[in-house]
């Protein structure tokens, strides 16, 4: 029995390089359930990271009460997080779950039913289409549907009502791992694979703090660290994390620059690949559109230069790129501490550039990983949900949009494509000034996840805009909705998903909602049948049943595009194992990696995007695409540095910056109602250095307040790993557990300092680049409550340590032969302790 809050990682499998991962089986059940108790086990993966771990569903007298590893699963070799462990069920079961419509009546939500919510949203959807049009209609969606969800939202939106106006929380944490994509590659989806960790010689991680964000994939990378023959780890964040202390450990390097600065270091490193000659310039040439301008960009930024901007030392960049030049094999991973911070587009595609370089993409142990925070992030992008076209169609590319007036047998007119979709930061400012009139929110939290929370409250709790929000709780968001429509969550459904490394899983129902709650899928089901949407011919649009339909209906909208369903199936999906696409006839089994041959779906005619510059977001013309004649060819591309919007001055002296901590997700709407979760980070907490600390007198547990131009915080202070002049606090804490919520209960919210200002290529919002004060505002008796464990761990001593996971049960099993795995050595490890992995 393991407490998987204390020991995060669980005990080690360490194996050689080209072998494969042994397999290890987590396993945990509710209080006082055995395992011969459970009636039966349901397939499923997991979705509480975006690792998408495959897994089965405990379920004993008609509730879910646990979950259990796959074993043969590709993604996780029957491991699971403490996330996934603890946090997968218990959510299901809680008293305060949504399971009747609510609508506003005089200022308050009362109770009602489907056929009194529905009608309101259907009367007030065909009022403002009559007077106005679809432009009236926005959507704002999740990473956290399945993709029958996704694909019939974006249907809904494009061909029955005509809407740009449609995205997801998406766009928060993984809008530019898309665009970095389509602008290298000429398309989405993930190059690498995780296989890679078993064939590399060197991790570089780039503002992805693994060990806290995806457990299970940190897990991977330790029993390669601690074998006899480990890969070398680069770590580029500006806490000490769990990353950086193995970057230490392993004889790499730790690169903490100024928030804010990261293309400044990326072309430092790129500089140091040309100038060194570690390139392959044959490769360059045959397989690359654009070194010569690449290589006249990057050449201001000497050692010297990037050491003042990032204030970094020069000769550990020299090394991190000694190491990525040197290294036979690389695997680079990347989140939000470059996609939620300044120049976010460009310095992503910077790390293509890297690899792109040396010709290391497309090979064992070579290849890009721009994680997803979501576990389903990967579905709204290649179903049409973010305003995209589905299936990595080109919007500005009209033979690309006649594909869809076919499929779906409707005018091409119909389907908004003259001007690029409207980005969320966009589609809240038009409910802001009442253009957008009915704003339909589905399995997300804006209020307590967006930018600059104070305004995003003022635009959901207005007049000007009728708020629709389907969800599991009534969270902050949902209070301020004037109907609430009660959803089935994981588990009570049916429906597929794909994680990072483009794996797709089928997820079955393994119980029955509570009350009269319903799937996403049967919710949007139901209002486009109450709405009659009819295609050119007169017939339903709609006229699927069960997600199954569904998801043969997304098969076909995805042949012939790069990302290919059609070899899938429900009874495909329920074998021992997830498939990672493109799935069809020359890959019946799947694909473990991208661009094996080296060619990119660039070509003018089939790309996604014609690509934009990086340093204003200017967008390329078609016939200025074509002129470069890419051919299969990938770009390279680079931008200048610029600094942040905010800078420190003497008024806001600090660095802002947000994340995540390895107990809870997102705004805690599951993992907040488990006891072992909650216990473990209970309360919202800010970081700050030690020498930040003793200049301000604060010391552990103080409690401070925390202010930036748009609003503050006052939260306990943790004295602890965070570099001097930044501060960090986690941006999961709401105001839906507190007693007595009151207007002024957002005063541990993070995102009341963040502010609305985003990415010019990928519309990611900048959540780490705010300028604060700290002030302090009392002494404590008690230490703050943020974590020991990981990154957010003390400084100093005299902590107690978090502990008190209810027990887990850890199983060595005979590691079984995994499709498309290019290792082909299998055994059972022997278990290791995992002391030392912090």
């Known amino acids: 029995m393991t407490d998987r809050i204390a020991d995060i990682w669980g005990p080690r499998t360490p194996h050689a390089k080209g072998t494969v991962w042994p397999a290890r089986v987590d396993l945990h059940l509710a209080d006082g359930v055995a395992e011969d108790d459970v009636d039966r086990w349901v397939q499923s993966a997991c979705l509480l990271c975006s690792n998408g771990c495959g897994c089965d569903i405990a379920v004993k007298d008609g509730r879910m009460v646990g979950v259990r590893g796959r074993a043969s699963d590709v993604v996780n070799h029957g491991r699971m997080g403490p996330k996934g462990l603890y946090g997968s069920t218990p959510w299901a079961s809680s008293p305060d779950r949504l399971t009747r419509p609510l609508v506003r009546e005089a200022g308050r939500l009362v109770d009602s039913d489907w056929e009194t919510a529905m009608g309101r949203i259907v009367e007030v959807s065909q009022r403002l289409l009559a007077d106005k049009g679809p432009l009236t209609h926005g959507f704002y969606s999740s990473g956290q549907l399945f993709i029958e969800e996704y694909y019939a939202l974006g249907v809904i939106g494009k061909a029955g009502l005509g809407t740009p106006h449609m995205d997801g929380n998406t766009r928060l944490c993984t809008a530019t791992s898309a665009a970095a994509f389509k602008e290298s590659f000429g398309a989405d989806g993930q190059p690498g694979s995780y296989t890679d960790i078993e064939h590399c010689d060197a991790i570089f991680l780039y503002g992805h703090n693994m060990a806290e964000t995806q457990t299970v ?104 790129a000694r190491i990525f030049g040197e290294s036979r094999s690389v695997l680079s991973t990347v989140l939000q501490g470059f996609y939620q911070s300044h120049q976010a587009t460009a310095s992503s595609v910077a790390v293509h550039n890297l690899h792109l370089l040396r010709g290391l993409i497309g090979k064992d142990g070579s290849g890009v990983l721009q994680m997803n925070g979501q576990p389903t992030a990967q579905n709204n992008r290649e179903c049409g949900a973010d305003g995209d076209l589905p299936a990595f169609r080109n919007w500005d590319n009209s033979a690309h949009v006649q594909e869809l007036a076919d499929l779906w047998n409707v005018d091409a007119l119909k389907i908004p494509h003259w001007s690029p979709p409207t980005h969320a930061m966009q589609i809240f400012s038009y409910a802001e000034e009442g253009t957008i009139e009915l704003l339909w929110i589905a399995a997300t939290n804006p209020a307590v996840s967006m930018p600059e929370s104070a305004r995003i409250r003022r ?226 907490w800010v970081e700050l250095s030690v020498a930040d600390a003793a200049r301000l007198g604060i010391t552990e547990g103080d409690v401070v307040q925390v202010e930036s131009p748009r609003g503050a915080i006052e939260v306990q202070a943790r004295v602890g790993q965070v570099m001097k002049g930044a501060v960090f606090a986690p941006f999961h804490y709401g105001s839906w557990d507190l007693d007595d919520p009151k207007p002024g209960h957002q005063s541990r919210q993070a995102n009341e300092l963040t502010m609305t200002v985003w990415d010019p290529v990928s519309k990611q919002p900048y959540f780490k680049t705010a300028a604060c004060r700290v002030t302090k505002v009392r002494d404590s008796d008690n230490p703050s409550p943020a974590p020991t464990t990981a990154a957010s761990a003390p400084a100093g001593d005299g902590v107690p340590p978090t502990m008190g996971g209810s027990p887990t049960i850890t199983r060595q099993v005979k590691t079984p032969r995994y499709p498309n795995d290019p290792a082909d050595d299998h055994g059972t490890a022997e278990l290791a302790p995992a002391a030392g992995d912090r």
């Open 217 to 320: 994939l940190w897990m991977r990378i330790l029993d390669r660290t601690r074998s006899d023959d480990p890969p070398v780890i680069v770590c580029v964040d500006p806490r000490r994390t769990p990353v950086a202390a193995e970057a230490e450990r392993t004889g790499g390097v730790h690169l903490a620059p100024r928030v804010g600065t990261n293309l400044a270091l990326m072309n430092g490193l790129t500089r140091e690949l040309f100038v060194n000659g570690w390139i392959d310039e044959q490769w360059i040439f045959e397989h690359t559109v654009g070194v010569d301008d690449l290589r006249e960009m990057v050449d201001p930024y000497t050692p010297e230069e990037v050491a003042r901007i990032c204030g970094i030392d020069a000769g550990d960049l020299r090394r991190a």
């Open 459 to 684: 635009i959901l709790d207005g007049d000007q805009c009728f708020v629709i929000v389907q969800d599991l709780f009534l969270t902050e968001t949902a209070q301020l909705a004037d109907v609430v429509l009660p959803a089935a969550g994981w588990g009570e459904k049916t429906g597929t998903f794909t994680n990072v490394n483009r794996t797709v899983h089928l997820s079955d129902k393994a119980v029955e909602p509570p009350g009269d709650a319903k799937s996403d899928l049967d919710i949007f089901l139901m209002y486009a049948a109450a709405m009659d949407f009819r295609d050119k011919d007169g017939a339903p649009l709609m006229t699927w049943q069960t997600p199954e339909e569904v998801f043969d209906a997304w098969r076909q909208a995805t042949r012939g595009r790069p990302v290919d369903y059609t070899g899938l199936s429900y009874d495909k999906l329920r074998g021992p194992t997830g498939i990672p696409w493109p799935v069809n006839d020359q890959a019946p089994e799947g694909t473990d990696r991208l661009y094996t041959d080296a060619i990119f779906p660039t070509d003018t005619d089939y790309c996604e995007t014609y690509g934009h510059d990086l340093l204003t977001g200017a967008a390329v013309t078609e016939q200025e695409h074509r002129a470069l004649r890419p051919d299969g060819r990938a770009f390279l591309k680079g931008a200048a540095y610029t600094p942040a919007h905010e800078v420190p001055s003497d008024d806001y002296p600090l660095l802002f910056t947000t994340g995540r901590t390895v107990y809870q997700f997102h705004t805690r709407t599951k993992t907040g109602r488990s006891r072992s979760l909650h216990d473990a980070a209970p309360e919202a």
